[in-house]
């Protein structure tokens, strides 16, 4: 029994797409030389997020501004604040939402965040991996 890998030139090509195949053996040394065709085999590739690319800066006197890139398939983006020794979900926002303004941050204290991606289309997990935790001090 062989198994057939098959790897995509790009993850954008293969995200919840079906690829049906069929194998047959070749052989210099045999006539003829192809085999039959095998059974037909399907797979589905699922929908996996990219990991959102985040960055915060100071905006202003007292507030934080988040910004992202967008993520493809994306339908929504969870923002998070580290606080008091775990992370709370401050915000979800829109897929056109590439932007959040977090208000009233005390001057000298450090503020971490992290965001992710979210699709109902996305598999086997409906979020993107974190990003990268991103800190600023105000």
Known sequence: KRSLTVT??????????????????YSA?????????????????????????????????????????KVANAQKYVIYRYDKKKWVK?????????????????KGTTYKYRIRAYSTKAAPDKYSAYSATKSVKR
């Open 8 to 25: 995509p030139n790009s993850s954008a090509s293969m995200t919840r797409t079906k690829y049906t195949y069929k194998l047959r053996a």
């Open 90 to 106: 401050v915000k979800t926002v829109s897929a056109n939402t590439l932007s959040y303004t977090d208000k009233n941050k005390k």
């Open 29 to 69: 040394a045999t006539d003829p030389k192809y085999s039959s065709y095998s059974k037909t085999k399907s797979v589905l590739v699922p929908l996996v997020l990219s990991k959102p690319s985040l960055t915060v800066k100071k905006s202003g006197s007292k507030a934080l501004k988040l910004t992202w890139k």
